[in-house]
C-alpha cells in the first residue's frame, strides 16, 4: 500500500535537507553556535539556546516536531 | 537483478538518511527526521534534541545506564521501536524498519554542558546496518554515499 502522506513528508524533508546542505557554509557564517529551525526551505528561528528556540516556535504556534532543527558551529564535533 | 540502493546525504563529511518516523506506542504520528549513519556507534540513539523536538517522555524505569558520547555524559533509556521508513532505490516506494532507539538524556547540570548534549545528532549505528541487512558504501570523491540492500 502506498502512504501518501509518508511519501510527501519525505519528499520535502529530503529537498529541505538538500537545500540546507547547498547553504551550510553560508549558514555556518550566520548562525555560528547556532541552532537553526527551517522548512519549506526557510529559517524558520534560531537561537544559541536549544529550550529557547523550542519555546520561541510554540509561541508561534509551530510544533517543533514539523521542523528540522540543526546546530551550526565552526568548531567541528567529533561524536 | 540491480541491488536497492538507498541514497545518503553527503554534509560536512557526515552520512544523513532524511527519513519519516512513527511510533503508535509512544503516540507519535509520522515526522520528519534525520539522522547520520555512525559505524563507530554499536547502538542507535535518538539525540536529546530529536526527544525534547518530538516530546518523547524518557521514563528514568527504563534506563540503561550511562554511555558517553561526543564528549558528553548520557543517560541511555529503551523506548519502544520506532519506525522509520525512507524511499527505497529511486522509486517512490517505501521501507519501513523498526529500530530499537535508545533516548539519550544528558546527566551534566551544568547550562554550558547541557548545550553542549542538545548540539548532538541522531544516530543510526551498526545495529541498524546489521538488522535491516543494509551495506554501506561511501565514495567521498565522487561526492556518493548509498545503503544497499543485502537481504
Known amino acids: 500500500m502506498v502512504d501518501d502522506d509518508a511519501v510527501s513528508m519525505l519528499l520535502s524533508a529530503q529537498s529541505d535537507m538538500k537545500w540546507f546542505g547547498a547553504n551550510f557554509t553560508k549558514f555556518k557564517k550566520e548562525f555560528n553556535n547556532k541552532f537553526i529551525a527551517f522548512r519549506n526551505k526557510q529559517v524558520i528561528d534560531s537561537d544559541s539556546n536549544l529550550d529557547s528556540l523550542m519555546i520561541k516556535l510554540r509561541k508561534s504556534n509551530i510544533n517543533t516536531a514539523d521542523v528540522f532543527i540543526e546546530f551550526l558551529s565552526n568548531v567541528k564535533a567529533i561524536l | ?151
Do not use: C
Not at chain 2, 509520522?30 to 539525540?47: E, H, M, Q
Not at chain 2, 545495529?127 to 535491516?132: K, Y
Open chain 2, 1 to 151: 537483478m540491480e541491488k536497492e540502493r538507498v541514497m545518503l546525504q553527503i554534509m560536512n563529511n557526515r552520512l544523513i538518511l532524511v527519513g519519516v518516523i512513527e511510533s503508535k506506542n509512544l503516540r507519535m504520528p509520522k515526522r520528519i527526521f534525520d539522522a547520520i549513519i555512525d559505524t563507530g556507534s554499536v547502538n542507535s540513539y535518538l539525540s536529546q534534541k530529536d526527544v525534547e523536538r518530538f516530546q518523547i517522555s524518557v521514563q528514568s524505569k527504563n534506563s540503561e545506564g550511562e554511555v558517553d558520547f561526543g564528549g558528553s555524559r548520557f543517560v541511555q533509556a529503551k523506548i519502544p521501536d520506532v519506525e522509520l521508513s525512507f524511499f527505497k532505490g529511486e522509486s517512490k516506494e517505501l521501507r519501513a524498519i523498526k529500530i530499537p532507539f535508545r533516548a539519550l538524556k544528558t546527566t551534566k547540570s551544568s547550562e554550558r554542558k547541557k548545550i553542549i548534549a542538545s548540539e548532538l545528532p541522531s544516530i543510526l549505528g551498526m545495529d541498524f546496518l546489521s538488522n535491516s541487512k543494509y551495506s554501506l558504501h561511501v565514495v567521498l570523491t565522487e561526492n556518493i554515499a548509498y545503503l544497499q540492500y543485502e537481504g
